[in-house]
């Protein structure tokens, strides 16, 4: 990334975290899914299929300029595999259309210098992939024998930032693997995270010696960055629940491909209400209401928006039942259910 671009991005997320600590009324961080099909099949993951169509574009403008409304200040574009899309370049120009930052997690395979050009043209400014091994196995195909020419690309044509996720946990069964993809990543330039990741189930487990020992390894190596701001893991770490105040449906939002918000990926069906009827007395309902789901969550991304509130506005349990209609994919939320892909 040209330091250019980074210093402005760097002050854009600096005006982002003053406006979160003095405000609660707005929406932080969204996700928002164009499609739900993937080109992989990780063993570990549950939000993909291999048949959806891509959400057509007006619809997914019309979903962006409600976020706007909402006062969202980030929108990171997920799945299934968003590069999919095909007409994903208009969804991020809409984006910072609105002045909002711009992302989008990718497993990175159709990456090429054609598509990171126009990635930079249509203005986007965080890009993360998720490297799960060294070489593919039966688990997860996100390797880095793979992916190592993709991430040559971006270091050579990319104008946005690039963090590169290890993990750690879900099955993965070569943890070291993770201190050789963190290498990779800060030789190329790359911020780098690491992720403890849940199982097909959803269960989370404490990591083992061996796992520790990657984690703690990587957690003080590599360029450091906002991605990295995750002393939850510390406890999950070791098997140990976290006492906090998720913000779901409120400072954080999750789109599903079929319009509707819900508290996360992991608890898809709750609110479960349009985006397009979602306002903001939702959210206030939804920042004052404890989530069964949070001591044993592993939902980085919540964690991080919700951090900026800790400190303030205690929560209340609320008996919590779908919107008619719901998508209810996971049943109600749940201690065990998680996922460590931020």
């Given amino acids: 990334m040209k330091r250019s671009n980074q ?17 609660t009324q707005h929406v932080i961080l969204a996700h928002i899914i164009p499609t739900r099909r993937c080109n992989l099949a990780c063993g570990y993951c549950n939000e993909y299929d291999d048949v959806s169509a891509p959400i057509p574009t007006d619809e997914m403008i019309r979903r ?10 980030i929108i990171t574009i997920s799945g299934g595999e968003p590069l999919l899309h095909p007409e994903i370049e208009k969804i991020i120009a809409r984006i910072r259309h609105h002045g909002t930052i711009a992302g989008i997690i990718t497993n990175g395979y159709l990456l090429t210098p054609k598509k990171i050009t126009a990635l ?15 070489t593919p196995d039966d688990v997860s195909l996100k390797s880095l ?38 290498r990779r990543a800060m030789e190329l330039g790359f911020s780098c995270s690491v992720g ?14 061996r796992e520790e020992r990657v984690y703690r390894e990587i957690k003080h190596s590599g360029k450091q960055s906002y991605s990295r701001l995750n002393w939850f893991q510390e406890n999950l770490a070791r098997g140990k629940t976290n006492d906090w105040r998720c913000r ?24 479960g209400i349009p985006l397009e009827k979602y306002t903001f007395e939702d959210m206030r309902r939804e920042y004052v209401t404890k989530k069964a789901c949070a001591p044993a969550c592993t939902v980085g991304c919540v964690q991080k928006v919700s951090v900026l509130d800790h400190w ?24 065990t259910l998680g996922e460590g892909i931020t």
Avoid at 250 to 263: F, K, P, Q, S, T
């Fill in 145 to 182: 024998k793979v992916l190592d020419k993709k991430l040559e690309y971006l270091a050579e044509f990319a104008e946005f930032s690039v963090n590169i996720n290890s993990v750690i946990g879900g099955g993965i069964r070569n943890p070291e693997d993770a201190e050789v993809i963190t």
């Fill in 64 to 73: 962006i300029d409600r976020l706007a409304h909402l006062g969202t200040t």
């Fill in 7 to 23: 210093f402005k991005l760097w002050a854009r997320e600096f005006r982002m975290i003053v406006k979160g600590l003095t405000s």
């Fill in 248 to 271: 779901a449906g409120a400072r954080y939002l999750y789109i599903c491909e079929d319009g509707l918000v819900h508290y996360c990926s992991q608890q898809r069906g709750y609110p």
């Fill in 196 to 209: 403890i990741i849940h199982d097909g189930s959803g269960a989370v487990k404490a990591l083992n010696r």
């Fill in 120 to 134: 930079n043209e249509a203005g986007l400014e965080h890009l993360q992939i998720s490297i799960d091994n060294v």
């Fill in 312 to 335: 303030r506005d205690p929560q209340m349990d609320r008996e919590i039942q779908p919107e008619p209609g719901a998508h209810q994919l996971m049943g109600p939320p749940s201690p």
